[in-house]
């Protein structure tokens, strides 16, 4: 009956163009109609389904524009720009002191080269004496002016340091956290994006400039001791100085550099992250944001299962966790796009024997007893250390397929009230409401993430109807928690 009524369709739109005598400026209907008969006369089921793949992936498609809208909007572009041209602005400042610093090369090697020399032309022809005095005036002139542009250089690089200092803050306090809380909700469902591309290229930038200024300042001190021609002492502690904040900032940048990519999966259960079950494989990814050669196959990655936490009687009974096996990965670049990662992909847990019973303890179950996973290196690079670390998102153990559901509901319930930055693992000891407000966001998002679309007023009415009983508008942890989230 569609597939009929569609040809009866295009068959009057044909007319129509026919009675305007606009054929050549409309679709030719004619031709799409003896297709359709041509392919699907006697097989209309046929066409029913390739037209529901179309609309499929029309959802996806309009879905994929949706999560990008808020990095997409003008606001956060001219930010992201913004940022793009400081950045550029930095590394164009350091080569025109890498440029200056030759310069002063030179000029230290010149003036070297005649107070080294000019004594014995002297010696050899004392018609020589009388210019001796004009030479030395000369070199003294010389000698003033590689002072001003020593002093010149490096307040430059001072300059560029306190840049790159408010830059580095900028990554460090609003960006990061920004795509860590865009990581966070993309595990329950959000459609948002959590690329890596721009934050990567900015914290390999920054490092890449940091390094750069280092050895610039390694070049000078390397330049004033070898030519003893003025008092240094001023110079070489100024240069220390400065040398000391350059490392302050190498430090804050590379050891918040690592991040967990995608959060632990199992392969059974891809679109229900963060819930673990023993001896059952699971995934993780984890990137090194700070991109360079120099890092490449420096960094092996070790993981730990641990609570994180010392929790003095919180469980009747403490669960304990370890890795079947040490899953240690060296960082590696050679990955499609290019970044400094490494997927574990073939790591389980077993349960070791648990902690003995207290007394007078709160009572946490199964599925709302949370644990995360660490991520570490040591990094030693130019003479120095730095130790380097990272966690990912609390995850349920379950010891049952059954306790899935619940232990979603755990999952889904902690990432809407804390962030990465407030790791609050004993969160459902006193677990605080959701307003509707949150949770109706969240509820729609489980139903975008499989169905490729979100819940309408009337279906979240009605969802609020069974779930909200105060005029607060706020749902309680125990009411939720026995709501049955199986189909979700």
């Known amino acids: 009956m569609c597939l009929h009524a569609l040809l009866k369709h295009s068959e009057e739109q044909w007319n129509i163009l026919l009675k305007g005598k606009i054929l050549l400026q409309g679709p030719d209907f004619l031709w799409m109609n003896n297709y359709l008969l041509m392919h699907f006369q006697n097989e209309p089921l046929k066409m029913a389904m390739i037209l529901s793949e179309c609309l499929k992936e029309e959802r996806k498609i309009l879905a994929s524009a949706n999560s990008t809208e808020g990095c997409s909007n003008p606001g956060m572009q001219l930010k992201w720009k913004e940022l793009d041209n400081q950045i550029t602005d930095l590394k164009q400042r350091v080569l025109e002191v890498k440029k200056q610093t030759k310069i002063l090369e030179s000029l230290n090697e010149k ?13 050899q022809n004392t018609g020589l004496a009388q210019s001796r005095a004009v030479v030395e005036q000369e070199c003294v002139k010389q000698t003033a002016i590689i002072h001003q542009r020593k002093q010149f250089v490096l307040e430059q690089l001072v300059s560029i340091l306190n840049q790159t200092s408010k830059i580095e803050e900028t990554l460090l306090e609003e960006e990061l956290p920004e795509w860590k809380r865009r990581n966070q909700l993309a595990c329950i469902g959000c459609p948002t994006d959590t690329s890596l591309e721009l934050l990567q290229n900015w914290f390999t930038n920054v490092a890449e400039v940091l390094l750069r200024v280092r050895e610039l300042l390694q070049k000078l001190q390397e330049q004033s001791n070898t030519y003893s021609n003025n008092d240094t002492s001023n110079f070489s502690a100024s240069v220390a100085e400065i040398e000391k904040f350059t490392l302050l900032l190498i430090t804050r940048l590379i050891e918040n550099a690592l991040v967990v990519e995608r959060q632990p999966f ?13 001896g059952v494989r699971f995934t993780v990814t984890v990137r090194f944001l700070a991109n360079l050669p120099d890092f490449k196959f420096l960094l092996k990655v070790k993981p730990g299962f641990s609570r994180d936490v010392e929790e003095p009687n919180t469980t009747n009974e403490s669960r304990l966790f370890e890795f079947t096996r040490d899953d240690s990965k060296v960082l590696d670049v050679d990955t499609p796009g290019g970044g400094l990662m490494a997927e574990f992909a073939h790591m389980s847990l077993k349960e070791k024997k648990s902690k003995s019973k207290g007394t007078n303890e709160s009572y946490l179950g199964v599925t709302e007893d949370l644990h995360i996973i660490r991520f570490e290196t040591v990094l030693h690079h130019n003479g120095q250390t730095y130790n380097i670390n990272t966690t990912s998102l609390p995850v349920v153990v379950i010891t049952s397929t059954s306790q899935v559901p619940s232990a979603w509901a755990s999952i889904m319930w902690w990432n809407m009230l804390c962030t990465s930055k407030s790791m609050n693992l004993s969160l459902f000891l006193e677990p605080p409401p959701l307003s509707w407000q949150h949770l109706s ?16 007023e009337d279906q979240l009415s ?15 942890w125990g009411k939720f928690s026995k709501v049955r989230w199986r189909s979700w």
């Open 111 to 123: 003036l070297d080269f005649i107070q080294k020399t000019w004594p014995s032309k002297v010696e």
């Open 266 to 278: 199992m392969q059974n259960l891809t679109h229900r992250p963060l819930i673990l079950k023993p």
């Open 441 to 456: 966001q969240l509820l729609s998002w489980q139903f975008l993430s499989v169905a490729q679309r979100g819940l309408d």
């Open 462 to 476: 009605m969802l609020k109807e069974k779930l909200v009983d105060n005029p607060d508008d706020l749902v309680h």
